[in-house]
């Protein structure tokens, strides 16, 4: 399925804010800041990323729902997309 991009623009913000804290979080290790707080800040990242992923998905799953009704949703390959975010 393709989505249109004003169904994604919220989920490519959210990655897009996602991408500059990960560079923040290269640079922060580039000038040796404390371990803990380098991964305090990679977990947020990491959670922001996932976060989005699961958003996206959500999105498909609407998506399919408005346009071809209940039947039209793949519950296996929704199931598979939820699982390979994990």
């Known amino acids: ?3 249109e991009p004003e169904d994604t623009r919220a989920v490519l913000t959210r990655m897009k804010r996602a991408h500059g804290h990960l560079a923040s979080v290269i640079r922060m290790m580039e ?3 404390e371990c803990e707080d380098v ?3 990679l977990a947020a990242v990491n959670k922001a990323l ?4 699961y958003a996206l998905v ?3 799953l609407q998506h399919c729902l408005t ?9 296996k390959k929704m199931e598979k997309l939820f699982l390979s975010l994990a």
Not at 67 to 75: A, C, E, M, N
Request: proline share 4%; hydrophobic share 25%.
């Open 58 to 60: 959500a999105t498909g």
């Open 50 to 53: 996932s976060r989005s992923g």
């Open 39 to 41: 991964l305090t800040q």
């Open 1 to 3: 399925m393709r989505l």
């Open 67 to 75: 346009t071809g009704g209940p039947d039209s949703v793949d519950t």
């Open 31 to 33: 000038e040796g800041a």
